[in-house]
């Protein structure tokens, strides 16, 4: 069995008319390209291979931006020959390899997919510029390369594993011009499932953390306005849909929990590279375990049946009827119910207030300022102090959660790093004590504009 990567190299430029094509440099977005890139393919096993790169100046750079770090030198190559733009080349040159067991080769299109092309029985249309092809082989000799003798293992591109280049050209929310905000709810919902779906790859993938991310802020923002709308219009209709999308929002809430410990444990550890290597592993083994649940939860029937009642109900003339009694004034009203009901809440907080009673409050603000965004123009200023605030109540929820983890955690750590568990647990409560004296120190919000 042989396993063969195409590498197509990183975007490059076309501002020096006076280079040669073999001389044009990436572009500044080809560079950044390089760096998920890299994290993709050492993910899909491809720097288990030997490395050839074409001598081109953007497939080296390309070489020399997605290598990991103390990758050998001796198992990283760059041939001329390999600057084609005919498969028939790449393939002769591929025949004439001995019997290792895996090649990675960066170069050029149409080369790289045509030569996909040939070797594939269901080929791809496209291999975007810092994309990848992983084709599987049941060839004992590369000399034994056939017509469609190759089985599609993944094609990945720079939209599947860089949250930043998926979403270079996706708006986040919907937008409404029309005078009246209510008439854009429908048309908000839609975006959000529509944003929803194209999240679903990455978050599968795994291989960006923001596309978790960005999913939990499109799945709480629809839950958020679907309670609005049953608030507003009594519409029970929308019970289940609302309790079926908290049921997806609180099943990511682990795994994204265990992204956000492990982004800031270097700064948590210092110069404790033990502790740092325990931790990572103890919660990168949890993180599998996490992620391939989520996955399987959101490929399965159920998940697909879920959403797809929700985007019938939402394109329903019976809900857009239900949307359509409503009134500018209604978001305003509910609005000022909100602000009072958080307030009151707000004003029975102490410094021994259990935590809970500080995530309550922050599920509020993240609802209070999804049903705001439904008339932006309204409530601008207002949105930005409450954005301000909500990053504070979450940070207060982060530390939390991650003071749990770590204290399950060292349960089980060597009994040689007890001490230094325990210092970084104090750490993290010495911050989250500050962090709810700030919030104390708030008070409640201003009313709502009427």
């Not at 990183?10 to 440099?25: C, F, V």
């Not at 198992?75 to 067991?101: C, I, M, N």
């Not at 219009?233 to 609180?250: E, I, Q």
């Not at 329903?316 to 500018?328: C, E, G, N």
Request: aromatic share 6%; net charge positive; charged share 30%.
């Amino acid at each position: 069995m042989k396993h063969l990567f195409l590498v197509r190299h990183a975007k490059s430029s076309w501002a020096d008319d006076r280079l040669s094509d073999r001389e044009r440099p990436l572009n500044h977005r080809g560079e950044s390209q390089l760096a998920p890139l890299g994290k993709a393919l050492t993910a899909a096993g491809a720097f288990e291979a030997e490395v050839y790169a074409s001598d081109a100046c953007r497939a080296q750079a390309t070489l020399s931006g997605i290598l990991p770090a103390g990758f050998p030198a001796d198992a990283h190559h760059v041939r001329s020959e390999l600057y084609t733009f005919d498969y028939r080349r790449l393939l002769a040159w591929l025949q004439r390899k001995g019997d290792t067991p895996r090649i990675t080769l960066i170069g050029h299109n149409p080369a790289l997919l045509e030569l996909a092309q040939w070797l594939l029985p269901q080929p791809p249309a496209q291999l975007p510029t810092g994309s990848f092809i992983h084709i599987r082989l049941p060839i004992e000799r590369w000399r034994q390369l056939d017509e469609g003798c190759g089985t599609l293992v993944a094609l990945l591109t720079p939209a599947d594993f860089s949250y930043p280049l998926f979403a270079r050209k996706l708006k986040k929310r919907a937008h409404n011009s029309a005078a009246d905000p209510v008439t854009g709810i429908p048309a908000a919902l839609h975006h959000q499932i529509e944003r929803l779906q194209k999240l679903e790859r990455g978050v599968v993938l795994g291989l960006d953390d923001e596309f978790l991310h960005q999913y939990r802020i499109a799945i709480r923002r629809s839950r958020a306005i679907a309670e609005s709308v049953q608030e507003l219009t009594g519409d029970k209709s929308l019970a289940k849909a609302v309790k079926t999308l908290r049921r997806h929002a609180r099943a990511t809430g682990p795994l994204r929990d265990l992204h956000v410990l492990l982004q800031d444990l270097p700064a948590l550890c210092v110069d404790n590279h033990e502790l740092l290597e325990a931790l990572q592993h103890a919660l990168e083994t949890e993180q599998t375990s996490k992620h391939g649940k989520l996955s399987a939860r959101l490929v399965s029937k159920r998940y697909r049946d879920s959403m797809d009642h929700w985007l019938n109900l939402i394109d329903s003339r019976a809900f857009r009827k239900q949307v359509a009694t409503l009134r500018p004034a209604d978001i305003r009203k509910a609005v000022a119910r909100r602000i009072k009901g958080f307030n009151k809440r707000t004003a029975r907080l102490d410094d021994d207030a259990p935590d809970e009673d500080i995530h309550r409050l922050r599920k509020q603000l993240k609802r209070l300022r999804y049903l705001m965004e439904l008339d932006t123009k309204r409530w601008k200023s207002d949105l930005k102090s409450l954005r301000a605030r909500q990053q504070l109540y979450g940070r207060f929820q982060d530390l939390h959660v991650q003071i749990e983890l770590l204290l399950s955690i060292r349960e089980a750590a060597p009994e040689h790093l007890i001490a230094a568990f325990s210092a970084v647990i104090d750490t993290l409560e010495a911050r989250k004590a500050d962090t709810r004296h700030q919030i104390l120190a708030l008070g409640g919000l201003d009313g709502a504009p009427l």
